[in-house]
C-alpha cells in the first residue's frame, strides 16, 4: 500500500479534533444541529489554517445519516464515500486550474440536477481569487440564488481579491494562524490517537511547530520530511535544524554580542561557519530578525513580555543579560535594516554579500546616514575618545604649523622603537610560534594564529589580537590568558607572563606596533587540517 502523507493521515475527522478556530467550528455546528444552514460560505485565512479540512467536515456532517452534535458520524455510508473521495455530492474545484467563463458555466449546469443521495450537493472552490471576472459574473446569480439543495463553500487566501459583489453574497469566516502550543499538542494527540510509537524529543517537536508558522498543514509536511531523512532514529533538536536548515538560538546570541561590539571580523567568520554548515540563508535573517524582536521586547517591556516570546528560561535569560548591553534605538535600527534585507534577500542572486554588507553597516553605524543611526555613530565616536584617553590608541599631534595648512594629514603616530636586545626565551617563542598555537586548544588556537606579536617597554610579550571574539576571548576571562602564559611557560622552560592588546585592523597594528615576526625566523610548519 502507497504511503499517505501526515497531513492527509492526521486530517481531522470530527469538528472535536479541529484546534485553533473554535469560533468557525461552534457556529458551523450550531447552524447544522439548528438546521439553519446557510447556501453560501467564505473561508478566507493563510495557508494550513484548516480551511479545506473544516469544508470536507461541514460536508460530512451535512449529509450524515447519524450526526453527533453537528458532527459526523463518519460510519455511515455517505461519511466513508466522502471520506475516500468518491461522493457525488462533494464537488472539489481548483479554481487556480479552472477559473474561466467556461468551467464555472459547467457548474452553474450541474447546479440544476438534484442529488442523488444525500440532502446536499456542496462545491468546495478553492483558491476562488484565481477566477477571472467574468467567471465572477458568470458564478453571481446562482451563488445568490441556488437550489436549496446546494451549498457553495469557497475557500481563498487572499481575500482582498474577491470582488465585492462575491462577498455580500457569502457568509464569511476569517481562519487564525494556529499557535505554536496548539500545533504541537495537536501533533501530539494526534500520533497518540494513532498508535504512532514515534521517538521525537520535545524540544524538537516544539522547534516543528515554531517553523511552521501558525499553518498545521505545515507543521505536518515538515515533521514528515524530518522523519524520513532519519528514518529509524530518534528525532533530535539537532536533526531537525540540520534537516531545515535552521540555525541554533545560541548562534544568533553569538552574533548579536559580534554586532554590539562592532567587531566586523566576528561577525563575519560567524556567517563563514553558517554557510558552511548548510544553512539556508533566507531563513537566517527571518530568524535573526526574530530573535531582535524578543530582543527588544525584553528590552522595553521586561518581565510582562515573557508570554509573548515563547522561549525558554534558559534563552531567556540570555536575552536580559544581552538587553542590559543593547540600547533601545540601536535594537530597534538593527531591525529596520534585517527587515529590509528579508525583503531584497528573497530573489537575490548572492544572499550572503548581502547579509554580510548588512552586518558591516550594523557594527559601522558611521557608513550609515539614515537618521535612526545617528546615536548609534556618537556612540562608537564616545568609545573611539575612551581607548584614546586611556592608551589604547596612540596619536601623535601633527608638526607645527603643517597641521594649519588646508588639506595638510595628520602626521602618523610613531611606532615604539624596539629594545636594543630581545631576550632569548621571547625569541624562542615568537620562532616557535605556529608549533605553539597547534598546541593549543580550539577556539584559542585559531585566536593565536591570528595574532601579532611584539614587545613591551619591560621586554614582556605582547599578543596583539583584533578587536572582537579573539581579544575578548582573553581579556574578559583571566583563565584563558593564564592557560597561554602556562603553555608559553612550559615552551620556553621558565615564567613567561603576556601583555594582551587589541587593534581594529592589521593597518594599525603595522603602524603602532613592532612586528617581532618580521625581525625574528619563524618556522614554517604545515597547518593542521
Sequence with gaps: ????AM?????PSRFEEVKGQ???VTTLKNQIQADRIGHAYLFCGTRGTGKTSIAKLFAKSVNCEHPVNGSPCGECASCRAIAAGASMNVIEIDAASNNGVDNVREIVEEVSYSPAEGRYKVYIIDEVHMLSTGAFNALLKTLEEPPSYVIFILATTEVNRIPVTILSRCQRYDFKRL?????????REALRDAGETLDIEDRALRFIA??????MRDAWSLLDQCLAFHFGQTLTYEKVLDVLGAVDTEVF?????????QSVSGCISLLEEIVMQGRDLSQFVADFTWYLRNLLLVKTSGEECEEAIDISGENLARLKEEAKMAQTDAIMRYIRSFSELSGQIRYAGQKRILIEMALIRLCRPQMEVKQDAILDRLRSLERTVEKIESGAIAIQAAAPGKADRPGAAAAPAKKPELARAVPEDIKRIVA????????APQPMKSYLKGAGLSL??????QIVLEEGMGFEYFSRNPANREALEAILTEFAGKAVEVEIRSVQDKNEFESSYVDLSQIIHMDIEEEET
Design 1 to 4: 500500500m502507497s504511503y499517505t
Design 7 to 11: 497531513y492527509r493521515r492526521f486530517r
Design 22 to 24: 473554535d469560533a468557525i
Design 179 to 187: 499557535s505554536v502550543e496548539q500545533i504541537e499538542a495537536r501533533m
Design 210 to 215: 515554531k517553523s511552521a508558522d501558525g499553518a
Design 253 to 261: 546570541s553569538r552574533m548579536l554580542r559580534c554586532v554590539l561590539d
Design 432 to 439: 616557535g610560534w605556529r608549533s605553539i598555537a597547534d598546541k
Design 456 to 461: 613591551g617597554g619591560d621586554n614582556r610579550l
